[in-house]
């Protein structure tokens, strides 16, 4: 599995970022993906989560309404659109594959397969 996050950088609060995961040595369109972020000094979280039919997705309470996940499975791609940042964003955000789905409901981590992370802040 191998997974290279791009997009990441600063920004100002209230602006927007599009984080992309760019996947290959695995079977991208029957597995579920997700992002994941681990704030300073706290434990890595997930943020949103899609199935791989790109059916019903995930969000975290604190990103609903804000962040969009998509992903191309001709292109074996996930985007998570990230608009009305706040600094409470900052974070490495982490590209997951094969997550565990409740569509719509949970995801879990726990046999995921990490990219390497990239950084995002938000100043205010």
């Known amino acids: 599995v191998h997974l290279v996050e791009s997009g990441g950088g600063s920004v100002q609060a209230g602006g927007s970022l599009r984080l992309s995961c760019a996947a290959s040595?695995?079977?991208?369109?029957?597995?579920?993906m997700g992002w994941f972020r681990q704030r300073p000094g706290k434990e890595r979280e997930g943020v949103s989560c899609?199935?791989?039919?790109?059916?019903?997705?995930y969000y975290a309470d604190s990103v609903k309404g804000r962040f969009t996940i998509s992903r191309d499975n001709a292109k074996s791609t996930v985007t998570l659109q990230m608009n009305n940042l706040t600094p409470e964003d900052t974070a490495v955000y982490y590209c997951?594959?094969?997550?565990?789905?409740?569509?719509?409901?949970?995801?879990?981590?726990?046999?995921?397969?990490w990219g390497q992370g990239t950084q995002v802040t938000v100043s205010s």
């Open positions: 997951a594959a094969r997550t565990l789905m409740v569509p719509g409901l949970t995801c879990s981590a726990a046999l995921a397969s």
């Open positions: 040595g695995f079977t991208f369109d029957i597995s579920n």
């Open positions: 899609i199935p791989w039919n790109s059916g019903s997705v």
